[in-house]
């Protein structure tokens, strides 16, 4: 087993009582550096960014400070590295693990106002971003030009923040997640000082240039350092898309579906599973009409006549499993209708069962184990009287249960912990993991350490305690501090 070295750093965190707190003279330091505009105490912007979509109640930060530039962010680092204030990074709030809440109090450093699109390199395909700008925002911006950015977990996350939790979407199965489009990062560490990941003005798309800083800091979730900038991959708009859908008598055969498709080396775009609970929901929210029955979306892209042939191919394999009412367009409206459903399925559902909070599972686990996992998913859940409604990104094996309960009421709330787990640990000894996207946050932290083991885990110590030996970044996050004190 690793040990954790001895830091030589006289002012290590020893307990929690050792944070400083924000009172009105760290408030007139900060607002020195960034304006007074910049910088509220204020009850409701503090409650607001101490909340996310999770089920974790808020934990409100002292303060919100909203900085303009990397200049900005490093000089209230090294304020608060001075004081042992706790910073919180802020994207958007769109995360489910309840990875912004300020458990200790501190700073929340809200990143909106960065929104330069620095640069974008059309012959080369990549394209550089602040903090604050937005996957939509992009993608608005580069359309012109035949580019697009593939990576779309479903909210409006800013390209930073799914950095920080390696966010990927309906795209995975194609384009792969944040970790495959990251080229570069700009990160200002906890003592403000500012790295590159892969060097300053650096974009190849390869390199074995010494240790990998990049995806060092790629699912991090704020643990390690602020991201200020991220230069990510581009990639052409298809010539042709077409989407699909198929029902299914049941949730075998529509997974079953999945793998015979996979095998078949089929350049799926996105394989999206829905259960009749989900169909339901979105036929109510989306104004669809789809059977309420397990149901696949599919989306193929390339040339016309390639989109035709995955199209009928996919329907043979659909049909062959017992697949009904399989369907496929090309225009772009039906197809923008489909995919804005689907991504609106987290909302529907909360739609659907109103007064009830919300919580969504993300295992993920090899394609080859996908049917008995989703089978396992939904016989749990009929044991335990859970609803769970499910959509998932099958392609790639990962795939959301999500879960209702009234927040008042504890044997509700543990109930749903307890089933969260359970798919978590027959994911893992599926030789999955516990989350494929959604990153660790408050709720996964034991079960980091039961599918990377002690020496993992001992070594993610290791890295946390060199980077941020005072444990102001984010803290209680990924690890828990009683790991580190």
Known sequence: MLRLPTLVV??????LSSYGRVDDKIVSLISNIVGPENVTTSESARNLHGTDESFHPTRAPDAVVTPLSTSHVSEV?????????????????????????????GVCMAMHKM??????????????????????????????????????????????????????????????????????????????????????????????????LTNLFVGSEGTLGVITQATVRLHGIPEATAAAISSFDSVQNAVDTVVMILQCGLPMARIEFLNSDM??????????QLKEAPTLFLEFIGSPSGVEEQAMLAEELCVSNGGENFSWATEHTEREKLWKARHNCWYAVKATYPGKHAYSTDVV????????????????????GVPAPIVGHVGDGNFHCFLLSNQNDETETLRIKDFSRKLALKAQSF?????????????????????????AFDTMKIVKKSLDPLLIMNPGKVIDLDHLL
């Open 365 to 384: 686990v090899p394609v080859s184990h996908l049917p008995d996992t989703v089978v396992f998913c939904h016989e749990l859940a009929e044991e335990m």
């Open 115 to 212: 929104t330069e699109i620095v640069e974008v390199n059309q012959s080369d395909f990549d394209a550089t971003v602040r903090a604050g700008v937005t996957r939509h925002q992009l993608n608005d911006w580069i359309r012109a030009d035949g580019l697009h950015f593939p990576i779309d977990p479903g909210a409006g996350a800013s390209v930073c923040g799914m950095c920080s939790t390696s966010a990927s979407g309906t795209n995975a199965v194609r384009y792969g997640t944040m970790r495959e489009n990251v080229l570069n990062m700009e990160v200002v560490l906890a003592d403000g000082t500012v790295v590159h990941t892969a060097g300053e003005g650096r974009r190849p798309k390869k390199t074995s240039c010494g240790y990998n």
């Open 77 to 105: 680092m090294k304020i608060c590295h001075a004081h042992r204030i706790p910073v919180i990074p802020f994207g958007t709030g769109t995360g489910f693990e309840g990875g912004v809440g300020a458990l200790y109090g």
């Open 10 to 15: 006289k002012s290590t965190i020893r307990s």
């Open 279 to 288: 169909i339901s929901a979105c036929n109510s929210f989306s104004n669809l």
């Open 431 to 455: 030789g999955g993991s516990c989350t494929g996207e959604h990153g660790i946050g408050l709720g996964k932290r034991e079960l980091l350490i039961e599918e990377v083991g002690t020496g």
